[in-house]
Every structure is written in C-alpha cells, then in structure tokens.
C-alpha cells in the first residue's frame, strides 16, 4: 500500500557534500513538491514540479535544485550541503489542482557535520 | 501573500474536547486542510472542508468555518492519548498548499 516513498529516512552528509534526496510516487500524480519541516518554522515549500521536466521555484529554494526526468520521481539536490540544510525533508505528490487527494512521504531527516 | 496562522501549543486532558484554531488570509482559497503529524512519521491528511461549507463532521473530528473572519477550527472530541501530535492548518492556493506552523496538541492523563 505504499504511495510515497522517499529514499532515507536518515542521512548524515558533511559540509560541502552533493546530496540527492529521492522521492517516488505510485499513483500517477502529476504534481510533486519538496517541504523542508524546522520546529517553528512548519512546512517552507522548496520546489514543486507539475510535469515531467517542469520545475517551479518555492518559497526558500535558495541553495537547492530539484530534478524531474520521470512522472514517478522528484529529486531534490543539495548542490553543496551546509549546517543550515539540517532538517526533516517531505516529499508529497497530488493529481493536478487536487490536495484532497495528497499524500506525503515518511520524511527525510538530514543532518550536516 | 498567503498566510496560515495557528497557535504552536495546546494541553487537553484525556476524554475532554480538543479545539484548535487557525486563521488564513486568501479568501480565494477553495478548500482547507488538517493535517495531522506523529512523532517521527510524515504528514496524514485528515480532514478537509470545501470552502462553501461551514461545518463538516466526521466521526469525533468537526470542522467549522467562518469564511467572512477567515478562521477555520478543528474539533476533536473525547480526545484519547492517540490523538497526541502536531496538527496543520492548510489551504490550497493555486496549485500550491500553504501550511501553518502547526499545533502540538499534549494529552494531560
């Protein structure tokens, strides 16, 4: 019954390091979309993606960039990891325009050293 | 632009009534969300209620909306010690959704 997944559940990756999150849905969905969760702070959008290929900026996506080669996959690529990029990671898909029908990966937690 | 307010903190005792509160500032939205997030797990959708209605009940969770104040509130009622998470406020604006901050609801025995 799995929908989202997303690649880790933890990583840990130093300063400076490429990082590439994975996330894969089952359910066809057209939209994709990348949260970063800080305690305080909730849910920052980062990048969203509507179609293969097509990729649009969100509120914070400052130090990021985002991949869509597939419908089913939403890569999210840390370029040049910092301490500050330390957080919980979410992933989360919908059908077009459809948010009653969204689900959202377990989370990624990662930490930068 | 788009906000979603919600108050960070709310202690219940176990079998009282929950009701969490959440302000939003885009009156174009079409609907509004709960979400709902466990310790260590990602986010549950809940509940959701289209924006021409002012309440919809489902089981012990009611939902009220005052479009006019743009406040949306959350009820949970005979709340269990299952019930204890963080519970997001949402709206879709576009093709986007626009998220609270979230509510940390603790269980008092």
């Known amino acids: 019954d799995v929908k989202v997944t997303q690649s880790s559940r933890y990583l840990v990756k130093r300063t400076g390091e490429k990082v590439f999150l994975e996330c894969v849905q089952d359910m066809d969905h057209e939209n994709m979309f990348w949260y970063r969760q800080d305690p305080g702070l909730g849910l920052r959008l980062i990048y969203f993606s509507y179609d293969v290929k097509m990729k649009e900026k969100g509120d914070i996506p400052e130090g990021y960039s985002v991949s869509r080669e597939k419908k089913e996959r939403f890569s999210l690529i840390l370029e040049s990891a910092s301490t500050n990029q330390t957080s919980m990671y979410l992933c989360a898909s919908t059908r077009q325009g459809r948010w009653t029908e969204a689900f959202f990966g377990q989370g990624t937690r990662l930490t930068v050293v | 632009g788009e906000d979603v307010e919600q108050s960070l903190f709310l202690s219940v005792r176990e079998g009282d009534s929950s009701v969490i509160n959440c302000t939003y500032t885009d009156s174009s939205s079409t609907y509004l969300y709960w979400y709902k997030q466990e310790p260590g797990a990602g986010l549950q959708l809940l509940t959701y209620?289209?924006?021409?209605?002012d309440m919809k009940q489902d089981q012990r969770l009611t939902v009220l909306l005052n479009k006019k104040d743009k406040h949306l509130s959350l009820r949970i009622a005979d709340t269990q010690t299952g019930d204890s998470a963080i519970y997001f406020c949402?709206?879709?604006?576009?093709?986007?959704?626009?998220f609270g901050k979230g509510t940390r609801l603790h269980i008092l025995p």
């Open positions: 949402a709206e879709s604006a576009d093709d986007k959704i626009i």
């Open positions: 209620i289209f924006s021409n209605m």
